[in-house]
Nanobody
Framework: QVQLVESGGGLVQSGGSLRLSCAAS????????IGWFRQAPGKEREGVSC????????YYADSVKGRFTISTDNAKNTMYLQMNSLKPEDTAVYYC????????????????WGKGTLVTVSS
């Protein structure tokens, strides 16, 4: 079955960087739609970045454009989220997700979810 396991979260100072990893099993990351989402305290989960597996188009939320980069390593069947210039408002639990076909980079567009990893950015 499909499984997603995130790692790489932690505490970082404002302006710092982190790289999140998501190890996938039960499917290959180059054949499914994949994405990163986050849920800040008291807020709904939102899409951060997704890859459309049909045309390889990449989507970023406006709030992270130019700072975050999504990527995959097909040999390791792993997806990554490189986060630079982190801000306190980036503090959230980050989830990786996937679906057989891309629809939207939102909660309804993904079917499989990891359990999340916490990122805390101090000011």
């Amino acid at each position: 079955q499909v499984q997603l396991v995130e790692s790489g979260g932690g505490l970082v100072q404002s302006g710092g960087s982190l790289r999140l990893s998501c190890a996938a099993s039960g499917f290959t990351v180059d054949s499914y739609a994949i994405g990163w989402f986050r849920q800040a305290p008291g807020k709904e989960r939102e899409g951060v970045s997704c890859i459309n597996n049909e045309d390889d188009r990449i989507y970023y939320a406006d709030s992270v454009k130019g700072r975050f980069t999504i990527s995959t390593d097909n040999a390791k069947n792993t997806m990554y989220l490189q986060m630079n210039s982190l801000k306190p408002e980036d503090t959230a639990v980050y989830y990786c997700a996937s679906a057989r076909f891309f629809r939207h980079c939102d909660n309804d567009g993904m079917r499989y979810w990891g359990k999340g990893t916490l990122v805390t950015v101090s000011s």
